[in-house]
């Protein structure tokens, strides 16, 4: 009887290591839009393990993250100071060395860098372009945003290159009302022009 007890009590405390995700430490689950609202800067890319750590609020330090894509936040550099929790790092590691790269929703909290909003809520696996490893509901959620995301930067680079050609025929109207006045003008100028050669004869 003794093993069983054993037996279960070593396996309730195996449940967290073979967790995906940090929600084994104090952060409790967020609301995927509460995450979303609170992200000051969204960016994709990788965490550089290699990198020197920088000193943080506990529980977090910041690492180099390679930022692949902006997705919220102006004149963001392809290399940033990232923050993430100590105790995240093992499984990040792991997904990133199998091709995965991380959605981070940063806000600024207290630290010298930006942190992902509520530890692993604001760490949102991808892989080959796909929201990897989540419950049905917030995979779907997050799906739907990367979609419609890529939707606004598509549309507005639409709309700038629709600004441009419909700018472009207005110039040269703009330009052909002038040519009758130019034509007349240079007609009016040849003929006095002859008129002038004429009379020194």
Do not use: C
């Amino acid at each position: 009887m003794r093993r069983i007890y054993f037996f279960i009590f070593v396996l309730l405390l195996s449940l967290p290591v073979f967790s995906s995700r940090g929600f084994a430490t104090s952060w409790v689950l967020l609301d995927p839009q509460e995450v979303v609202d609170r992200a000051e800067v969204i960016v994709l890319g990788k965490y550089d393990f290699s990198s020197n750590p920088v000193s943080g609020e506990i529980p977090f330090h910041g690492l180099e993250f390679k930022v692949s894509k902006v997705i919220k936040g102006q004149d963001i550099p392809s290399t940033i100071i990232a923050g993430i929790d100590g105790n995240d790092n093992g499984w990040v590691d792991d997904f990133q060395q199998q091709g995965g790269e991380l959605l981070l929703f940063l806000e600024k909290k207290g630290s010298k860098f930006l942190t992902p909003v509520a530890g692993p809520n604001g760490m949102i696996q991808v892989k080959n372009g796909k929201v990897d490893d989540q419950s049905e509901t917030v995979r779907a959620f997050y799906e739907k945003y990367l979609h419609e995301e890529q939707e606004t930067i598509v549309n507005t680079e639409h709309k700038v290159k629709a600004v441009t050609d419909v700018n472009q025929p207005s110039e040269e109207k703009n330009q052909s009302k002038f040519l009758p006045a130019i034509i007349s003008a240079a007609a009016v100028l040849l003929v006095l022009g002859v008129r002038y050669a004429r009379r020194k004869r």
